[in-house]
């Protein structure tokens, strides 16, 4: 598995609590924005089945509500 980088805009407040339970939880920034993208994947996967490992980027559109 190869590890890409993904930079983001995100305000210097929500920035700032991100980096305070980081460091509450003796991780990096980095590490915690990872923690909550597993756990939003496995939510999402218990919600509405496991997603298939090759998803194309056409497929990378937003589904319609059910």
């Not at 218990?46 to 090759?54: K, L, Y």
């Amino acid at each position: 598995m190869s590890v890409k980088s993904v930079s983001i805009r995100i305000e210097e407040e929500m920035l700032n609590k991100i980096a305070y339970i980081a460091d509450y939880e003796g991780r990096s920034v980095n590490s915690q924005v990872l923690v909550l993208i597993r756990e939003n994947i496995k939510s999402f996967e218990e919600a509405n089945g496991t997603i298939d490992g090759s998803i194309t980027p056409a497929a990378n559109v937003k589904p319609t509500r059910k």
